[in-house]
């Protein structure tokens, strides 16, 4: 297995208290697959990967339990120095914002070029080379000239296709890609998916595709992870999961899609917010917002119940759920 994430663990110290981003959170991915990490803002996505990725900030983030490993090595017991060869050669990461990412004073051509630079030992004129290769594999026109422009100077999905680049550079064994596609219109999330999804069958990576759109993942994923509050409430490869939803939170962002055959109907919303982390309610988290929540799920916590082969559900009453 490329990467397993073991019963992991991370809060965050506030005045107000521990805020448990990450409560209990296990995955796993190989070689070739992809595995998409859907939820609300705030459900711990992002956090899980920071984790894994080995950046999170830390005060005020804290690891308190679990495991990460990455190719057989534990992360978790690795000391800086091990981790930092690891990210970009090993596992690298496609960052949300992608202006943000990028240094603004620096040409796009000089911080794909550090990577060959710093962790391959090139020259200044094979690493520049290597820059112009990898934006003309990402498919930026006229490469060899658009090198020595800066971010600001690039449209969003070309500054998005200038992190993928940056995140193959060193060829990794995986790939992390969080909300890739945010900000972006339906046309370029469209080419960026494809994009990635190409390069990926071509060097074989594992891939975590981080987002809170079921549109995006339908047509790339192999398997779905959905997480709540912290916690995974369902996983499932993709097909079964669109196909027959195991759990309420999973029924209620299907239902929120656009799509063609509702037109004129108003668009479904999950009701209420998502809970705060420093005050998780009792039971099963969903249940203040469930359609189906009944006195069980206020009080007990249900576990990731085994539905079929490697697909898990935590819901009191998935049987139900399944038959819609």
């Known amino acids: 297995m490329l990467l397993e994430v073991r019963d992991l663990h991370v809060e965050f110290r506030t005045r107000e208290g521990a805020a448990h981003a990450v409560n209990g959170v296990s995955y796993a991915v190989d070689a070739g697959e992809t595995l998409a990490v859907l939820g609300e803002s705030g459900s711990g996505k992002s956090v899980t990967a920071q984790a894994v990725m080995g950046i999170l900030d830390m005060p005020p983030g804290r690891i308190t339990g679990g495991r990460i490993l990455f190719q057989g090595q534990d992360l978790l017991r690795m ?53 112009v290769e990898l934006m003309e594999r990402v498919r930026i026109p006229a490469a060899a000239q ?7 100077q690039f449209s969003g999905g070309m500054r998005q296709r200038i992190m993928i680049a940056m995140a193959l550079a060193l060829e990794p ?23 990635l999804a190409e390069l990926q069958r071509e060097y074989r990576m594992g891939l975590v595709l981080i987002t809170h759109d079921l549109g995006v993942v339908a ?41 063609l055959d509702r037109k004129g109907q108003e668009l479904y919303a999950i009701k209420g ?31 990731l119940y085994t539905v079929s082969g490697s697909r898990g559900s935590a819901c009191h009453f998935w049987r139900e759920c399944l038959d819609g």
């Open 146 to 152: 658009r090198v020595r422009d800066y971010p600001h």
């Open 79 to 131: 000391r800086e120095r091990e981790r930092r060869r690891i990210r970009g050669a090993g596992m690298a990461m496609i960052f949300q914002d992608a202006l943000s990412a990028l240094n603004p004073v620096l040409s796009v051509g000089d911080q794909l070029a550090e990577m060959f630079v710093v962790h391959r030992g090139a020259s200044r004129k094979q690493a520049r080379a290597r820059a």
């Open 173 to 195: 064994a995986l790939i992390i890609a969080d909300e890739p596609t945010t900000a972006l219109d339906v046309t370029v999330q469209a080419q960026v998916m494809e994009l």
């Open 273 to 303: 917010l998502p809970p705060s982390l420093l005050r998780v309610p009792p039971g099963c988290a969903f249940h203040p917002r469930c359609p189906m929540a009944r006195d069980v799920c206020r009080t007990d916590e249900p576990p």
């Open 219 to 259: 047509d790339v994923a192999d398997r779905i992870a959905v997480m709540y509050a912290g916690k995974i409430v369902e996983s499932a490869p993709v097909r079964d999961l669109y196909k027959a939803p195991a759990h309420p939170y999973t029924r209620g962002l299907l239902d929120s899609v656009p799509r």
